[in-house]
């Protein structure tokens, strides 16, 4: 007997049982001979027909397990997230909508999948915390700028080259993710206030505020003042 968990499961045994079958069968008419080592063969395979239910039993399983990862894993717009994921947060399955933030907390829909949060609430385990704020990998580079600058909130080191993710720089501006998240500076952009300054020559050359065109407030930009030689931290020095 073969045992099966589904129609298709059934059809796969039905038609190994059918070829085994006719395999047995002689097409001339001719009698079937006895075969010395069948009693010996039985001994080992146990009763007529145990190797193919055991056959049948096992791709049983093989479906079972690849039939449910087959329908988690389907991405029907093809946006990064499984149509399960995207029906159950009421996401849009058969349209792409990876990039959009439905809860307005500076984390797209592909983020909150992939960091394992609700993209229909800013704090999805009521904590206090806002889920761009939350730093699930505990890397020093939150989920608002992880899913900013490309890599993932559930891996420490993306990219597996050595550097944690805090210590990479994306734009390369000589300042780290880490020092990016900590001083809110946009991981992508090398210039974040536009004053004509590295948001990493600001930090870590200058000591101006990198969120803050104008460290000294006397109506010029600190590149301009660094670019005339002129001290942007003093405002009596233009």
């Given amino acids: 007997m073969c045992v099966t968990g589904g129609v298709r499961d059934r059809g796969v045994c039905a038609f190994l049982l059918e070829y085994d079958r006719q395999a047995r069968t002689p097409r001339d008419g001719a009698a079937i001979r006895p075969d ?4 010996l063969r039985r001994g080992t395979r146990g009763a007529d027909g145990t190797a193919m239910t055991k056959i049948c039993l096992a791709l049983t399983l093989v479906f079972a397990l690849l039939v449910p990862a087959a329908a988690q894993a389907r ?10 994921w995207e029906k159950r947060h009421g996401t849009q399955a058969k349209k792409k ?42 890397d020093a580079v939150d989920n608002g700028n992880e899913d900013r600058q490309g890599t993932s909130s559930r891996k420490r080191d ?3 080259d050595g550097l944690s993710d805090a210590r ?5 501006d000589g300042l780290s993710n880490g020092g990016e998240d900590s001083t809110g500076n946009d991981p992508i952009d090398r210039d974040t206030d ?41 405002p009596d020095d233009p």
Avoid: C, I, Q, Y
């Fill in 158 to 160: 993306s990219d597996r």
């Fill in 75 to 84: 991405d029907r717009d093809r946006d990064g997230m499984p149509d399960r």
């Fill in 36 to 39: 010395p080592s069948a009693r």
């Fill in 168 to 172: 990479e720089d994306r734009d390369r």
């Fill in 194 to 234: 536009d004053d004509g300054l590295t948001d990493g020559d600001e930090v870590n050359k200058h000591g101006t505020e990198p969120l803050n065109p104008d460290t000294d407030g006397d109506d010029t930009t600190d590149g301009r003042e660094v670019a005339a030689g002129s001290d942007p931290l003093d």
């Fill in 97 to 138: 909508s990876a990039a959009k933030d439905p809860d307005g907390d500076s984390v797209s829909n592909l983020g909150e999948f992939g960091a394992k949060t609700d993209p229909k609430r800013k704090d999805s385990d009521r904590d206090g915390v806002r889920d761009d704020d939350e730093d699930r990998d505990r």
